[in-house]
């Protein structure tokens, strides 16, 4: 059995983590995913879910026994940590170097220098690489892979005749976000139909006629193929799943508190 400690208040972390299990062939059914964020629910069915308040994973003692008590409840063979090698809070730090019996890997993305000047990184077996610019200095391993995540394919979610030519507006949240992408999109358009792929909820009255709202992120890759401009963030899914249409895409990185999607968008 594997657990999967995922920190992110969004769906990016999650997103993440779905096509590692999808790259790596792991069974749904052996999975259990630990995790923080508001999307919880739209976790496929098969995986068992673990849905933390905030303050669990602040919590450093009781985080570590509730740890520990998941690895012996569920058989855990294999604990796979995304991106935080000691967890947003330092809360993994103890429970990483306490953990001798079972295989310990880290999904490793970009964190800036502001991360580990407060969080050291625990030993692990395996750091897998997944994009550029990652400093391995910072980082503590028995083997480092280069790794290439593959995307799950989309499933057909919504009924939608796409009226061409159009643009898509890429950003799962916060709303702010989305709308100044959207604004981006308006500063470009002539006479294309807008369709902006979001979790947010986005008022009516804020996108005028020819603009249209499709709530979610699951895109297929027609809908990818047809888009006359591509307008983004730079966080890791987006470049990720938009890797074969940067000749269309507009990229806008945003401020995060350890990631540095200007260094991203400085690397693709």
């Known amino acids: 059995m594997y657990l999967f400690y995922v920190y992110g208040a969004g769906f990016g972390h999650i997103n993440r983590v779905l096509n590692y299990i999808y790259t790596q062939n792991i069974p749904l059914a052996d999975c259990v995913l630990l995790t923080n964020s508001i999307y919880h629910d739209r976790v496929p069915k098969d995986i068992r879910t673990l849905h933390k308040e905030d ?8 985080f570590n026994l509730f740890i520990q008590n998941c690895i012996t409840e569920y058989k855990i063979a294999t604990l ?27 999904l490793a993305r970009t964190v800036n ?18 994009e550029n610019g990652i400093e391995l200095a910072n980082y503590q391993y028995k083997k480092v892979v280069p790794f290439t995540l593959q995307i799950k394919p989309r499933e057909h979610s919504q009924e939608v005749i796409f009226k061409k030519p159009y643009f898509l507006v890429m950003h799962s949240s916060p709303l702010d976000e989305v709308l100044l992408l959207y604004k981006q999109a308006l500063l470009y358009r002539t006479n294309e139909h807008i369709y902006i792929y979001s979790f947010s909820d986005i008022p009516k009255d804020l996108i005028p006629e020819n603009t249209s709202s499709i709530h979610g992120n699951s895109i297929e890759e027609h809908v990818l193929e047809n888009a006359t401009k591509i307008f ?23 401020k995060r508190k350890y990631d540095d999607q200007f260094l991203r968008k400085r690397l693709i």
């Open 55 to 62: 303050t669990s994973f602040k919590d450093k003692d009781g």
């Open 80 to 106: 796979v940590v995304d991106v935080f090698p000691a967890g947003f809070y330092g809360e993994l730090e103890k429970s990483i170097t306490e953990l001798t019996t079972i295989q310990t890997i880290l």
């Open 113 to 130: 220098k502001d991360y580990f000047e407060k969080y050291g990184s625990p030993v692990y077996d395996i750091v897998y690489t997944l």
């Open 232 to 254: 983004t963030g730079c966080g890791f899914n987006s470049i990720l799943e938009t890797e074969k249409y940067r000749e269309k895409q507009y990229v806008l990185p945003f």
